[in-house]
């Protein structure tokens, strides 16, 4: 099955600065990583999510790339604001329309 | 994408007990599953609630500790039985659309349990 792998679990960052989350996956065949923001007491939310055909996708201050042959994913968020702060978990497709999730990221912008 | 309701949001339980987590989606989905979060980890699927039919549990879980119904295509509950202290945790349920080979899933609120 799926491997995933989040590093690092805790990013520290100042406002205003960038913060970047990386993903390793193991299965070659694996053609789209969401990624997933979750606030203390909630649900994950879906923010950004790429499919295997393209290799960078923005929305706003958050972009996700992704490399197929080295079978990496990461987040880049960038002039990070104190909302931001959140814990963030990638994931990757597993049969029969599942995913399996990374770790996680506590990430912490300091005003 | 869909909104996702649970109910409880939270519950206080007795060992021994049982307790139903419903579920309810705002638009028709494919796929629903169950997850359990413990406090600072990641999400551990449980099972794959199957319209009309029994659910698909993952390795570790089993139909008579966690069963599920899902009578229709907007709604699932997941009941916790026999409940230990062990079975403290976040119950989050997801729906969303199959694609070819990928499912975009969207997550509810998550019911926060604790089991004394």
């Known amino acids: 099955g799926e491997n995933v792998e989040q590093h690092p679990s805790t990013l520290s960052v100042q406002e205003g600065d960038s913060a970047v989350i990386k993903c390793t996956y193991s299965?070659?065949?694996?053609?789209?990583f969401p990624w997933y923001k979750q606030e203390l007491g909630k649900g994950p939310q879906l923010i950004i999510d790429i499919r295997s055909n393209v290799g960078e996708k923005k929305d706003q201050r958050i972009a996700v790339t992704l490399n197929k042959t080295a079978k990496h994913f990461s987040l880049h968020i960038t002039e990070t604001q104190p909302e931001d702060s959140a814990v963030y978990f990638c994931?990757?497709?597993?049969?029969?329309?599942?995913?399996?999730f990374g770790t996680g990221t506590k990430l912490q912008v300091i005003p | 994408s869909a909104v996702i309701s649970q109910k409880p949001s939270r519950d206080i339980c007795q060992r021994g007990t049982s307790l139903t987590i419903q579920c309810q989606v705002d638009s028709q989905v494919t796929m629903m599953f169950w997850y359990r979060q413990q406090p600072g980890q990641s999400l551990t699927l449980i099972a794959t609630a199957n319209q009309g039919s029994e659910a698909t549990y993952e390795s570790g879980f089993v139909i008579d500790k966690f069963p599920i119904s899902r009578p229709n295509l907007t709604f699932s509950t997941l009941t916790v039985s026999n409940m230990s202290p062990e079975d403290s945790s976040i119950y989050l349920c997801?729906?969303?659309?199959?694609?070819?080979?990928?499912?975009?899933?969207?997550f509810g609120p998550g019911t926060r349990l604790t089991v004394l």
């Open positions: 994931a990757a497709p597993t049969p029969y329309q599942k995913v399996t």
């Open positions: 299965d070659s065949a694996s053609n789209y």
């Open positions: 997801s729906g969303g659309l199959a694609g070819d080979t990928y499912n975009e899933q969207f």
